[in-house]
């Protein structure tokens, strides 16, 4: 059974600084998925990590792939308040759906 | 173009009744999935459908949970006799290739 942990599950910072949100997961799964969403809305699709070592990026938002440790990244850069959000890292394919984390509630302070 | 859509966007209903909950997925894509999202479970898969082929049902949380898919498109997700711990969001998402899902807005239930 495929299980997702990410860590922190809150995480409350000031603009203008960087960090880092992880995400671990338990059995080998070729694709890994990053989510945002806002309070009473459905989820946006951020990044689709596909390999090991894929990178991208997409304004301050930076997330990567290491398959041999099962563990992905979601680096932000130089935070702005309209980044607060809750984050969602998932993996699986297919009929198996996806499995997602339980989020990292993101607060960005002015 | 138009995203998958999700009807009623919030649905009431007491315990006992039933509800069914509709998607309509983003035309062209064969892969259709529903999942739950509660304070307590987290994002929960539930089921999938891909074209017109049977779905694997083992997902679906217990047997008053029913889903069907007309014409591989539109899906609606049947909850029989509903309890309180049905109370989420479930939200819909269709993909073209199984490769990146699209979400739809949700439908909010509150069982009372």
């Known amino acids: 059974e495929l299980k997702v942990e990410q860590n922190p599950l809150f995480l409350s910072m000031q603009e203008g600084k960087n960090y880092t949100i992880y995400c671990n997961y338990s059995?080998?799964?070729?694709?890994l998925y990053w989510y945002r969403q806002d309070p009473g809305k459905s989820l946006e699709s951020l990044f689709v990590?596909?390999?090991?070592?894929a990178v991208k990026q997409e304004g301050r938002l930076m997330a990567s792939l290491d398959t041999k440790a099962r563990l992905s990244t979601l680096h932000i850069t130089a935070a702005v308040h309209d980044l607060s959000a809750t984050y969602f890292c998932?993996?699986?394919?297919?009929?198996?759906?996806?499995?997602f984390g339980k989020g990292t509630h993101l607060i960005i302070q002015p | 173009g138009a995203g998958v859509s999700q009807s009623p966007s919030n649905k009431v209903t007491e315990k006992g009744k039933d509800v069914e909950l509709r998607c309509d997925p983003i035309?062209?894509?064969?892969?259709l999935y529903w999942y739950r999202q509660s304070l307590g479970q987290g994002l929960e898969f539930l089921i999938y459908?891909?074209?017109?082929?049977?779905?694997?049902k083992s997902g679906l949380p217990s047997d008053r949970f029913s889903a069907e898919r007309t014409g591989g498109s539109v899906s609606t997700l049947t909850i029989q006799r509903t309890q309180q711990e049905d109370s989420a969001v479930y939200l819909c998402?269709?993909?073209?290739?199984?490769?990146?899902?699209?979400f739809g807005p949700g439908t909010r239930l509150t069982v009372t």
């Open positions: 059995t080998t799964s070729d694709r």
């Open positions: 998402a269709s993909s073209y290739d199984s490769y990146e899902q699209y």
């Open positions: 990590l596909l390999s090991n070592g």
């Open positions: 459908f891909q074209g017109n082929s049977a779905p694997d």
């Open positions: 998932a993996s699986g394919r297919g009929a198996d759906g996806l499995t």
């Open positions: 035309s062209g894509h064969t892969a």
